[in-house]
């Protein structure tokens, strides 16, 4: 269930994120909302995972790192935001290093 949790605050934060980009500095009042929401909902799923059993340095990295690599390939392929071979590398580090976060923890 703690696993589930942070997919889910993932996938909120990254909503939110998109969310962000589209309510134009919160002049946009819906998408505002929409990030608002988000955020909160990403928080409390993910205090609730951490709450269950997950260790906040594995919880945490997982959280921020696929949050930031979903934001960078949302950016790329709808925002047309240019991929360079760096990029496609620290993207790749990224999910490397949540991996074996993942790996390191005891079970």
Known sequence: M???LLAGAIVAEVL??????LSDGFAHKGWTVVVAVGYIASFSMLAQALKLQLQVSVAYAIWSGAGTA????????FLKEPIT???ALGLVLIIAGAVVLNLAQPH
């Open 16 to 21: 939110a994120t998109s969310a962000l980009k």
């Open 2 to 4: 703690a696993w589930l």
């Open 70 to 77: 979903a934001i960078a390939l949302i950016g790329m392929m």
């Open 85 to 87: 071979p760096l990029k």
